[in-house]
């Protein structure tokens, strides 16, 4: 994915708030061997990549006054009720050297699981992401996690994640935590799940 960008030659709150009514978007720069450089975007190509995960998670080439360089997204700052981005940062980063990333994680097989299709309980998402550490080029647009092994009383960890070659989870605390995990549903919960789904049969015909 490509940002365009040039450098910002005024600076301060003022400045700001007239890019901002160009439909302008102020933003920074930083990291690597250069200084941190202010930087002006067009607005709206922001505003709608924002919008998409892999915008997030993944390593853009920023195209700054015609020169191109690998960077990241790193913060950004919204309008509180206007559909408006207020100020972005981003980090560059070298294609030889190992990048700390958030990559989303897309859960699949849930309704497989036999905590969920023969003990009629629930799957609970303990995290939607996790941090990962890997060269640029290795890193992925997001993590598969496969919940078809759970059953009822299981827990899928973060050692369990199936991980691309060259890629590690990046783990502060050093525990194996908890990915997902199942969620026992009480006995007259189950009860009154089956009732409804036999009175949906049961009306179906006649309707």
């Known amino acids: 994915m490509k940002v365009i960008a040039t450098t910002r030659n005024t600076q301060g709150s003022g ?16 990291g690597g061997n250069t200084p ?7 607005h709206n190509p922001i505003f ?6 892999k915008f997030h998670a993944s390593i853009l080439t920023m195209e700054l006054d015609g020169k191109e ?3 990241v997204l ?13 100020h972005i940062d981003f980090q560059r980063i070298a294609a030889d050297e190992k990048v700390t990333m958030r990559v989303p994680l897309h859960f699949i097989n849930e309704e497989e699981a036999p905590a969920v299709k023969l003990d009629k309980n629930l799957i609970s998402h303990a995290v939607s992401y996790v941090e990962v550490t890997c060269l640029p080029k290795e ?9 078809s092994g759970l059953t009822t009383g299981s827990t899928f960890h973060a050692s369990q994640l199936v991980l691309p070659e060259g890629v590690t989870v990046h ?13 026992v549903k009480a006995e007259e919960e189950i ?12 009306e179906a015909p006649a309707a």
């Open 15 to 30: 400045a700001s708030r007239r890019l901002r009514r160009a439909d302008k978007l102020p933003g920074i720069v930083y």
């Open 69 to 71: 360089e690998l960077v």
């Open 139 to 147: 890193l992925p647009e997001f993590i598969q996690v496969d919940l």
């Open 171 to 183: 783990n502060k605390t050093g525990e194996d935590f908890a990915v997902a995990s199942v969620i």
């Open 74 to 86: 790193r913060a950004f700052q919204l309008h509180p009720y206007k559909p408006q981005v207020m």
């Open 36 to 42: 941190a450089t202010p930087i002006e975007l067009e």
């Open 191 to 202: 009860a009154g799940d089956e009732a409804a789904t036999e009175e949906a049969a049961t």
């Open 48 to 53: 709608y990549a924002l919008r998409k995960e």
